[in-house]
Structure formats: C-alpha cells, structure tokens
C-alpha cells in the first residue's frame, strides 16, 4: 500500500503535530502527572516544597479496619443496657484515640451491626470518601439497567412504522441537548419539598394518597432521585444507539420467525436479543463510564448532602483537589477512579472480544 | 368480518399513539414547566405547581424575570462568553484534528501507527481524572502576551479553549471518514504534482462536509452545555465566566425561581432551536459516537 507517493517523513510530521502536542501536553502530561502527584503532597498554592510521602495518601483513603466491641460490664459481670434495652458499649474514640492501638489511628466509624453481645464496627481513614466510593458505585448499578432497559423499551417504542413517529423521537431525545446543569436546578425545584412539582403530581395521580417526600433532602431518598433523574436525561442517547443495534438486525429473520410463527416474546427473546448483544455490552459500558464521572447532578443539587448520601468520587476529587487545595490528594482518587474505568474497559474487551 | 378487524386495527393504532404520546409527556413536562413559569411572578409559579396551570401560560404573564435576571448578573457577557469560547474552540479542533487525521489516513511517515495508537488509547482517560492535575498545570503554564511573558492561564479564555481543541474522539471520527475516501484521487493528485496542502485544501475537506457537522455539532454540545467543572475551577473572574457557572449567581439563600426558570431558558433555547433545525444531524452524530466501540 505505502508508495513513494505517499512517504513523507517531514509533511507527515507536520501534519500530525499541532493536534497530538496538544493531545499530549492536555490529556497525556496530566494523566501521568496524576499518578506522580498521588505520591506526594502537593498543595495548590504552598510555600514548602512539595516532597515524596510514598503511598500515604492511598493509606490515608484507602485503610479499612474491623474492631469488635466488648459491651460495658456490671463488676458481676452483668451486660449493661440503657434504658431503651440497648446494650451500651464504649465509644470508638477509646480505641482510634488510645495508644495501645497506633494501627487505628485517627480512623472514625463508618458503620456498625451487632453480633451476639458484641459490635462490631468498621472503621475507616477516610469515612467521607468510603461512602462517595459505595455511592458511585450504588449510581452505576442502578443507572444501568434503569437508564439502559428504559432506553431499549424507547428503542423498541420508536421503531415501528407509523406516520408522525419522528416527532416522537424528536422530543425523547430533546433532554440529551440540553446542559445537564440547567436539567439539575430544574429538577431541583421540581423534587423539592412542599411546591415540589413531583409531590404535587403525586398526590394528584394518588387523589391525594401521597404524602409530600422532601426527595433531596432526605438521606433515603436524595441518591435514588438523583439517579431518576440521570437517567430520564440520557435515556434518548442511549435510545438512538439501541436504535441503530435493532435496524443493523436483518428483515429476514424476522420473517423466518413470523413464518415459524413466533410470537412477539419469542421473536424478542430469540431474533432482536441476540442481534443486539455488542450494542448492549456498548450501552452497559457507555452508562458505566458516565455514572463514575458524575458531578454536575451533586454540585447543583445536594452538594454531596444530605450527610454526605450523595457524594461522588469525582465531586471529593473536586472538593479536596480545588476546595481545599490539596491537589495530591484530589489526584490520589483521580487515579483510583482511572483503575476503575480500566477495569470497566477490560471487561468491555473481554465481552466483546472475536469468539470462535 | 373485516369490520371488525378494521376496529380492531383502528382501536390498536390508538393505542400504540397514547402510549407513544404518554411517553413524550414524561420527557416533555419539566422543559415546558420552565419556559411557562419563567413567565410568571414567584408567588404564582409556586401556586400553579398545584395544578395543570403549571404547564400553562396563565395568569399573570409577562417578561419581567427575564427583565429581573439581566439586572441580577451580566448575562449578556456570560452568553458572549460561551459563545466565543465554543466558536474558537470548535473551529481550532476541526482544522487540527482533520490534519492530524488526514496525516495519519494518507500519509506514510515514521512513528504513524505508534502515535496513533496513543491517540486511541486516550479515548479511555475521562477528563475527570485528570481536571485536577491539569488544574495545577495550567497555573503554572507561561504565555506569551502583549504584555510580555506572563506565568499562568487562570481566569482567561485561553484556559478554556486551548485545552479542549484536540481530543482523541474528533481526530478518529476523521480518520475513519478519511479511510473511505477514495485513494486514487489523492495519489492522483500527487501524480500531478499537488502539494500535501492542496490535497487537503482542494480535495479532502471539500468531501467532508458529514464528519465536518458530526464534529462540529459534539463540540459545540460539549463546549456549550458541559463546560462546568472546568471553568468552575480554572475561572474566578466575572469577565471570562461561560453560562452554565453563571447560574451561580441565582444561588442566593432565598432561590428567585422565576428568573431562575427565565435564565435556564435563556440558555437552553438556542440550543433546542439548532436541534429542532438540524434534528436529523444532531442525532446521527450522537449514533456516531455510540460506533467507535
């Protein structure tokens, strides 16, 4: 293929240069930077120099621990119960605090359950990013069948032959175009508590047997609204390449199957799926990328309330990175973030990969 | 007989168009919700929430949020911001990573296919894993000005558009379109004696006009509506900040929420006109997207 015509080692070059030195100064010197970064304390703005602390600040994110709790006992030996019946045992501080224990310390209660008269808790370095971790986590779980399953009924919804049918797919798509920080202070309004939008149309649609949810004020429900939301926004984008799966599927063995006379179940479950799985493994790892990078939602919305329900990994990276400056820890979770798209993306290439 | 099945037939396409047009609601009501209550005083947009008037144009009607929002903040200059930021941008990125792209489809040079494989691989790295190493970067980074050389990019334009001009999605969305390009017309041209500019000048770019709007339109989308944790964190300054960061201003303790609905609107219709004008173009591009898998 390569001629004499083509080869051209300066114009080549010269071609290429201007866009991959800015690729390489904007996305790869960074990126690279991130993981040197997590292994020092770099401040924003510092007056000391910046030194090598090793692997310290993925310690201090990262370190978990279990202690069991002993309940109070009476000198005869009696467990000692408030006057609910609870048993009562020592406060944590004791252990994180005392210097019988150096390996806990500075660590505070993430959560706790009883195990016959004894507790046990877990206690980690850094509760506020061990729960943006599960919350993110939480986010990609739910989003992905909610926002993909819905995404594929739409999909289904829209490809059938009927006059007027752009129009409809027109507006599924209208909220994909739109910021999501102005879809966030929108929802805002409508989730919130008393003139809530939500609550009222609720309650209309109930004839008045819903009782008013204050949905992002609330610990139990302020995550869950976030992700309806998320999902109802990108559910037209994830609609548009289902789309393209069902119309890459072939009109013959539609036919075949309605001539085996098939029915509508059977036809799905054994012509549409299986000529949809790579758009679904597309869909499963687009929707999963997205949730790991959510910021906008929290930022106009909760700011990571109530009681930290909210948090995300990347608003922490945003909070410690610029709120409070520390730039090395901010990066510390940019990279533990990157490990987890890796992941995502070995997976991707493992379900996708040529099978014999 | 065939009456009854044409019932049948008639009862079941209603059918199909309710569920289709429920649906439609679903997607619909929060953005008609804005724009209906941007044109309302406060004390009535909370009162309507209660009812359908809520969706409609009832009432006290007028512009006077709109009014209200433009005294609040300095809309026009956030809006001549982005505008100016996406423009740039957009135009920067399609010439720089069409040549880069056309570099790498025609040309044959060393290092071609190792460079390339760079670029792909950064498809993977989301920019929120790296806003904050960059974030120092571009505070340090020098610039030479009218003023002389100066050290850092914060709260200027240049902050915002330099950064985002070449991007891995762009240049393979070219690639891939350049690939289908005939070759015998660029070898042709060479034959000929055109020079590697022409070719791109004369022949290819005037073939592109598909990849051209696909890129264009998933900036301008990026670059106008997503621009947020960005500026957010390279822009102090009133003077450079772009819309979507503008909405802080209507953060106050007590929330107006008519200017508030009646600046969201501001910002979302022109981008709902282009769509409504270019529908067919702006869905295509995001399909596009969804094939580099």
Redesign the interface.
Same mark, same amino acid.
């Given at each position: 293929m *390569? *001629?004499k015509?083509?080869?051209?080692?300066r114009? #080549?070059?010269? $071609?290429?240069l201007? +866009?991959?030195?800015? &690729?390489f100064l $904007?996305?790869? =010197?960074? $990126?690279f930077?991130?993981f040197w970064?997590s292994l020092t304390n770099?401040r924003?703005v510092s007056p000391n120099p910046t030194e090598f602390i090793g692997l310290k600040n993925y310690r201090d994110l990262l370190s978990v621990s279990i202690i069991t709790l002993e309940p109070e006992r009476t000198e005869a030996g009696e467990v000692v119960r408030d006057k609910d019946g609870e048993i009562e045992y020592p406060r944590v501080r004791t252990i994180t605090r005392s210097d019988e224990f150096p390996q806990y310390r500075g660590m505070q209660e993430w959560f706790r359950w009883q195990s016959g008269d004894t507790a046990k808790v877990v206690i980690a370095a850094d509760v506020v990013f061990m729960k943006a971790l599960v919350n993110t986590l939480t986010f990609a779980l739910f989003i992905v069948p909610i926002q993909g399953g819905g995404a594929l009924l739409?999909a289904l919804?829209?490809n059938?032959k009927?006059r007027g049918?752009n129009a409809?797919?027109?507006?599924?798509? %209208?909220?994909?175009?739109?910021?999501?920080? =102005?879809?966030s &202070?929108?929802?805002r309004? @409508?989730y919130s508590g008393n003139? #809530?939008?939500l609550n009222?149309i609720l309650s209309a649609l109930t004839f008045g047997a819903f009782t008013p949810v204050d949905w992002l004020g609330n610990t139990e429900t302020a995550l869950g609204s976030i992700i309806a939301m998320s999902a109802?926004q990108a %559910? +037209?984008?994830h609609m548009? @390449?289902w &789309?393209?799966g069902l119309q890459s599927i072939s009109p013959t063995l539609y036919e075949a199957a309605s001539i085996e006379g098939a029915s509508k179940w059977q036809t799905f479950r054994y012509v549409t799926w299986p000529g949809l799985r790579?758009?679904a493994?597309?869909v499963l790892? =687009?929707i999963t %990328?997205q949730s790991?990078?959510v910021?906008?939602q929290v930022?106009?919305m909760t700011n990571g309330g109530p009681l930290d329900s909210t948090q995300t990994l990347?608003f922490q990276?945003?909070e410690r +990175?610029?709120g409070k400056q520390d @730039?090395s820890g #901010?990066?510390t979770i *940019?990279?533990i973030?990157?490990l987890m798209?890796?992941m995502i993306?070995a997976v991707?290439a493992f379900l996708?990969r040529e099978r014999k | 007989m065939a009456l009854v099945t044409s019932d049948n037939h008639g009862l079941r396409l209603a059918a199909r168009y309710a569920t289709l047009s429920l649906v439609a609601l679903i997607f619909l009501f929060p953005l008609v919700f804005m724009v209906v209550s941007s044109l309302k005083p406060d004390q009535q947009l909370l009162a309507d929430t209660s009812s359908i008037r809520a969706f409609l144009p009832v009432g006290d009607i007028s512009l006077d949020n709109y009014v209200k929002a433009f005294e609040r903040a300095p809309i026009g200059r956030f809006m001549a911001n982005s505008v100016f930021v996406t423009v740039t941008t957009v135009l920067m990125s399609i010439l720089l990573c069409s040549l880069a792209a056309f570099s790498f489809v025609f040309l044959d040079w060393t290092g071609r296919g190792a460079l390339l494989s760079v670029i792909v691989a950064t498809l993977i790295i989301p920019f929120e894993t790296i806003a904050v190493p960059l974030l120092l970067l571009v505070s340090k980074l020098p610039w030479i000005g009218l003023e002389g050389l100066e050290t850092g990019w914060l709260n200027t334009y240049r902050v915002q558009i330099i950064p985002w001009i070449a991007d891995a999605l762009t240049i393979f969305l070219f690639v891939q379109f350049f690939k289908d390009l005939p070759r015998e017309l660029i070898e042709a041209a060479r034959v000929e004696g055109a020079s590697w500019l022409t070719i791109y000048r004369r022949i290819v770019m005037p073939l592109s006009g598909p990849v051209v709007a696909t890129a264009a339109i998933l900036k301008s989308l990026t670059m106008y509506n997503n621009q947020y944790l960005w500026p957010l964190i390279v822009v102090q300054d009133e003077a450079h900040r772009p819309v979507m960061v503008g909405l802080g201003y209507f953060f106050q303790l007590q929330i107006a929420w008519g200017e508030v609905m009646a600046y969201l609107t501001l910002i979302s219709v022109p981008v709902i006109a282009f769509y409504l004008v270019l529908q067919r173009a702006f869905i295509s591009s995001i399909a596009s997207t969804g094939v580099k898998g």
């Open positions: *390569s *001629s015509l083509t080869r051209s080692n114009a #080549g070059w010269l $071609f290429a201007p +866009g991959f030195s800015l &690729l $904007f996305i790869i =010197v960074p $990126f930077f991130a970064l770099q924003l739409l919804l829209i059938q009927l049918i409809y797919r027109t507006i599924y798509f %209208m909220p994909v175009v739109i910021s999501i920080v =102005v879809i &202070l929108l929802w309004f @409508i003139e #809530g939008l009222n109802w %559910m +037209g984008f548009v @390449i &789309l393209a790579n758009t493994v597309l790892i =687009v %990328m790991f990078a910021f906008a930022d106009v990347v990276t945003v +990175g610029y @730039i #901010g990066a *940019s990279v973030l990157f798209v890796l993306s991707q996708t | -």
